[in-house]
């Protein structure tokens, strides 16, 4: 044994010196890899597996060791037992099923599966079951299946365990052993018993329906007094799977389950019981109400794993049982407080399943109080983040407390859109359902006007998405209830004041108190309550001035809306000179041309709506207004500025009430489809052509009118061909909105005419997608009247925040938003269909007739067998090389290889030595 | 079923990876940024089961070293919890009062002993001293002298014979 290994870096010292290299840790590992690329060519076998052990480690640290694949190969078909299980380690970490010469490895595998000794069988089998790809699969599975009757208890486990990584890759595996597959799950030794009983558990999963034969087998199982906890799990988890499938079963497992809920003191598999409750058994009130029962002891819990896991099974017994939630609440409202955000997030969801018209106000409460408190303990993060920058806050510490800052984020989220759920429309075909379903009275709407939209709009750090779903909601709900305009006018105000810098947060807090004591009086839970949130956002607002006023914190999407709100219901504003001021204070910098747009036509409402002894007042504000927009870097700005200019200007001096036709009548809502209520007229013909482009495609006959030589554009690849006429699809489109365009060009001007024509190129106010995004006001107008048919039912529409015009709604009907979600959904349902399908397919009968189906698939694999036994004499061989060819390609050269050939004296494999000299042939 | 099996100390040095499904270069090191920024940030009130993607990350803590494992959305994690503790059990009676440095020298030892417990992502064996006679029985085919044997010598014995005892 004196040899190489003496001067050969061991494990130990290579561990000791990437330790001692930390500076220069890939450098020193570069000089390690080639020195170890070196030592895997000796032909001493314990130096190569050394050399292999050392790669270990390096793949472990994340460096890539693609290049001794074949090296790999040759350690694990040492005789020596040190080597080999050297080497099946290397390989099961290392490998992947791309990687090439896995092929190689068959022969082994069979070779050790088949050994008379123990450890040679068992290693061959850990790593099996890691590797086990679909053509390994079907070369090993009757070596693994004979494995299955293995007299020794420990190889019939691994065997089994192997044999389900062998059917997930090769699901027709399974028929064939189904039969011994099942004598296991009765075999003499429990740990093989519960071996069998994981892979059912697992198998079961793709495939339930096939599995339900095995249940009376299991149902023993489970009444057997001396079954192991961790198989009581699994089978448990089973059960749950099948109830579904089979209602009987569910009446048969009430009275083992209960009294294993009763008996037991295993946390994991209490958990489990209630779990399976909670798939199957929802029907039996006796286990539902010892599950409630159980569960809550978990909420309660003080380990913070079983309140995690309480509250996650807890949520599907609510979907069931509600009544378990109400039982439950202030249990789920303290799990609100919990320091783990994933936590609060369960909770979040419970406390969505017992909001109900009665409690809604006070959930409301508690949750807007929650989130204005999270927000208030971020900012203490923030300080102790900034000042921690000169003091001795050292980086770990930061890092943790940046990360928590972040992580709040989606809790808040949730809080607001949690809050935000109740203002939510509903759609439904069904009258009945339909509206909102938690809001009735003018009062519940006030409330939610105020508090909610108005206290959400408030928080500082609630992010642009919330935002905008709280201008949407106003928009709304201003336009849908009638009744409370003056409310959402007020509050809009408000919103655009609190951000104009002049006036600070007291004035919204004082809008806002005032408006909730006028129609809240009765509700003195809720008024004090706003008293207290009121001081807590106060304190937030002074502590950190800052971070307020630099921020902006009203989205360009909600300042639009409340701009909206505010225009459109001008006549119902108390005091004009001072909206008129909010309005044209509202600082632009960071809005849209779209908000800004609606900002400016809001300030023309207000002027347009204001009595008489205002109008003074009010013209040279909005006129400077006006003014100060000519110059805006946005088109659509300086367009509507313009326009507004000329005809203020216009009428400079004579009766405002010249201007109030301009917003003349109400916009009504109007829903998204209502285009398809508009009756086709039957003189419309979509089918001919406006252009007769006779045999040439469209994309020719362009080229030919404009006169482009055909040569220049290359016309004939088919590629190019095909793309440009998809392109000009659209022209198509655009051709019969504006039949002159083309049919009029001269040869000269039909090339503009055709970039006109080009989507983008639009003149933009004639595109629907301009309107789509913007609200030009009297295309409104003109569209609501244009499509009576929309407006039969008022309430039934939808009327789409930001989409007013009809035009707009139709291009969105057209596109049918709804309609691609629910194709994108059927795809994922079919895709994963499919999956299972393959898994039915094969798994089906697996166990009901065991003689017929095992019969006809092993016809059909010895048919395959045969075949491929005809075409195999070449096969592998051919394969082996290419496999090694590619290696040739795809190694990236990580070692200098310029040395003498590899000697391949130990390996066993016949391909070897060609395969060495491909090796150095490829790498030099 | 588990999709791998991590140890990493509180710098997030790996000291074990085990994959139970093939994953790719990047994967892996997204799994690992991920579970850097994701479980080693957490504090000890926090619960441990941590939602990734359709899975869930359960680990547990012991001194520096974080013992993380990923399983189904629908595996019980309060067992794999318990299984992650039976995992540390054995290293330690194997290595006797196992520390961060024994895994870092003897790193493949520990990997044998997870692949006498877990099989291809599945539990194979989950009693302890089965678990250890299983790999010191290897160890005695693969070295003359095994560096690592049972303390005492009725400790094979006790460990072959309680080979099928229940765990209950």
């Known amino acids: 044994m004196f040899n ?7 494990l130990q010292d290579l561990v000791k010196g990437i330790r001692a290299h930390r500076r220069d840790e890939d450098e020193y590992v570069r000089t390690k890899v080639a020195e170890i690329a070196e030592e895997c060519r000796s032909a001493d076998h314990a130096k190569k597996a050394t050399a292999v052990l050392k790669l270990t480690h390096l793949q472990m640290m994340g460096h890539s060791i693609a290049f001794a694949s074949f090296h790999i190969i040759e350690v694990m078909s040492s005789s020596d037992f040190f080597s080999k299980r050297i080497g099946y380690l290397a390989a099961a970490q290392s490998f992947s099923p791309t990687t090439d010469v896995l092929l190689l490895t068959t022969n082994q595998f069979k070779k050790d ?20 790809t679909e053509e390994l699969g079907r070369d090993l599975e009757s070596d693994v299946s004979l494995l299955l009757n293995s007299p020794r208890p420990y190889i019939r486990k691994k065997a089994l365990l192997v044999l389900y990584r062998l059917i997930m890759v090769h699901p027709d595996t399974l028929p064939v052993v189904s039969a011994r597959f099942k004598e296991r799950l009765t075999d003499k030794d429990p740990s093989v018993i519960c071996a069998a009983v994981t892979v059912t558990c697992e198998l079961a999963r793709a495939s339930p329906r096939s599995f339900l034969s095995l249940a009376p087998v299991l149902y023993q199982l489970l009444m057997s007094k001396d079954s192991s906890n961790w198989m009581l799990i699994k089978i448990v988890k089973l059960m749950g799977v099948l109830t579904p499938l089979e209602p009987r079963l569910g009446k048969k497992l009430v009275e083992p389950l209960t009294t294993l809920m009763r008996s037991t003191r295993a946390k994991s598999l209490l958990y489990e019981c209630c779990c399976t409750v909670t798939l199957g058994l929802l029907s039996y009130p006796e286990a539902v109400e010892l599950c409630a029962q159980r569960l809550g002891e978990f909420m309660n819990d003080r380990d913070q794993n079983l309140k995690y896991l309480g509250l996650l099974s807890m949520r599907r017994l609510i979907q069931e049982h509600p009544q378990v939630a109400l039982e439950h609440r202030d249990n789920i409202i303290d799990c609100l407080d919990d320091e783990d955000i994933g936590i609060r997030m369960r909770a979040l969801e419970l406390v969505s399943e017992f909001i109900t018209k009665r409690t809604l106000r006070d959930v409301s409460r508690i949750l807007l109080r929650k989130l204005r408190k999270s927000c208030s303990d971020e900012f203490a993060v923030g300080e102790g983040l900034e000042s921690g920058n000169n003091s001795s806050v050292d980086d770990l510490e930061k890092l943790l407390l940046s990360s928590a800052r972040g992580r709040e984020a989606p809790y808040r989220s949730a809080l607001a ?33 105020n508090v909610i939209l108005g206290g959400l709009a408030e928080i500082p750090m609630l992010p642009p998405d919330i935002r905008d779903i709280v201008g949407e909601q106003l928009l709304e709900i201003t336009s849908r209830v009638e009744a409370i305009r003056p409310v959402c006018v007020k509050i809009a105000l408000a919103l ?12 919204l807090k004082r809008a806002l108190e005032e408006d909730h004591t006028e129609h809240d009086e009765s509700d003195h839970d809720s008024n004090t309550d706003n008293d207290e949130t009121v001081s807590e956002g106060e304190k937030t607002q002074s502590k950190k001035p800052s971070a307020f006023s630099s921020k902006p914190v009203l989205s360009a999407n909600l300042a639009g809306n409340a701009a909206w709100v505010a225009g459109e219901y001008a006549e119902l504003i108390e005091n004009h000179v001072r909206a008129c001021r909010i309005v044209t204070e509202f600082p632009k910098k960071h809005l849209d041309a779209a908000a800004q747009v609606r900002v400016l036509t809001a300030s023309i409402k207000v002027y347009v709506s204001c009595s008489d002894d205002a109008v003074d007042d009010l013209r040279p504000v909005v006129l400077n207004y006006t003014k100060s927009l000519l110059s805006s870097q946005f088109a659509e700005v300086q367009e509507r500025a313009c326009f507004f200019k000329a005809i203020l200007t216009e009428v400079e001096g004579s009766e405002r009430n010249m201007l109030a036709p301009l917003f003349e009548g109400k916009l009504i809502p109007v829903d998204y489809r209502a285009q398809s209520k508009v009756p086709v007229s039957p003189d419309l013909d979509l089918d001919t052509p406006l252009l007769d482009t006779g045999s040439d495609s469209l994309y020719t006959y362009l080229l030919k009118t404009i006169g482009t030589p055909e040569d220049e554009v290359e016309v004939g690849d088919d590629d190019s061909d095909l793309f440009k006429e998809f392109a000009f699809g659209s022209v198509t489109l655009s051709l019969s909105e504006r039949p002159i365009g083309l049919a009029t060009g001269a040869t000269s001007s039909a090339q503009t005419t055709l970039l006109n024509n080009l989507p983008g190129a639009h003149d933009k106010t004639d595109s629907p997608f301009y309107l789509g995004s913007s609200t030009a006001k009297e295309k409104e107008r003109m569209a609501n009247k244009a499509v009576p048919s929309g407006l039969e039912e008022e309430t039934r529409f939808k009327y789409e925040a930001g989409k007013v015009s009809t035009e707009a709604a139709v291009v969105i009907s057209e596109e049918n938003p709804l309609g691609l979600d629910l194709s994108d959904e ?3 349902h079919k895709v994963s269909a499919e999956g299972t399908e393959r898994y039915d397919a094969a798994f089906e009968g697996a166990f009901d007739q065991p003689q017929k189906a095992t019969a006809s698939k092993v016809e059909k694999r010895k048919k395959r067998k045969r075949k491929k036994k005809k075409e195999g004499k070449s096969g592998p061989k051919s394969k082996t090389n290419g496999g090694v060819a590619q290696t040739k390609d795809d190694q990236p050269s990580l070692i200098d290889f310029d040395s003498d050939p590899i000697e391949a004296e130990g390996s066993s494999t016949t391909t070897a030595p060609k395969v060495s000299v491909n090796l150095t042939e490829s790498l030099i | ?3 791998w099996i991590l140890l990493i100390n509180r710098q997030g040095k790996v000291r074990l990876s085990k994959w139970y499904e093939s994953f790719t270069e990047t994967e892996r090191s997204a799994i690992l940024r991920d579970v850097q920024s994701h479980v080693l940030t957490r504090s000890s009130k926090m619960c441990n089961v941590v939602d990734r993607k359709d899975n869930k990350i359960v680990y547990k803590r012991y001194a520096s070293l974080y013992f993380i494992a990923c399983i189904d959305a629908d595996e019980n994690e309060l067992a794999m919890m318990e299984l992650l503790h039976v995992f540390v059990e054995v290293l330690d009676s194997y290595f006797g009062n196992v520390c961060e440095l024994d895994l870092i020298f003897h790193f493949t ?5 997870l692949d006498e417990m877990f099989s291809g992502g599945e539990l194979l064996e989950c009693d302890k001293s089965a678990v250890l006679a299983a790999v010191y029985s290897k160890d005695a085919a693969a070295e003359p002298v095994p560096e690592f044997a049972p303390k005492t010598p009725s400790g094979a014995h006790v460990a072959s014979a309680s080979h099928s005892s229940r765990h209950r």
């Open chain 1, 417 to 449: 859109k949690e809050l935000l759920k109740v203002g939510e429309f509903r759609r439904s075909s069904d009258p009945g359902k339909r509206g909102y379903e938690m809001l009735s009275t003018g009062d519940d709407f006030a409330w939610y006007v």
């Open chain 2, 109 to 113: 030892r520990a990997y044998w002993i």
């Open chain 1, 113 to 132: 599966m088949t050994s008379v000794k123990m450890q040679d069988c068992s290693q061959a089998l850990t790593c099996l079951a890691k590797l086990v």
């Open chain 1, 826 to 828: 059927e795809r994922t």
């Open chain 1, 4 to 10: 190489g290994t003496l001067f050969q870096q061991s």
């Open chain 2, 1 to 3: 079923m588990i999709h």
């Open chain 1, 496 to 507: 655009l004041e609190m951000r104009t810098g002049s006036a600070d947060s007291a004035d």
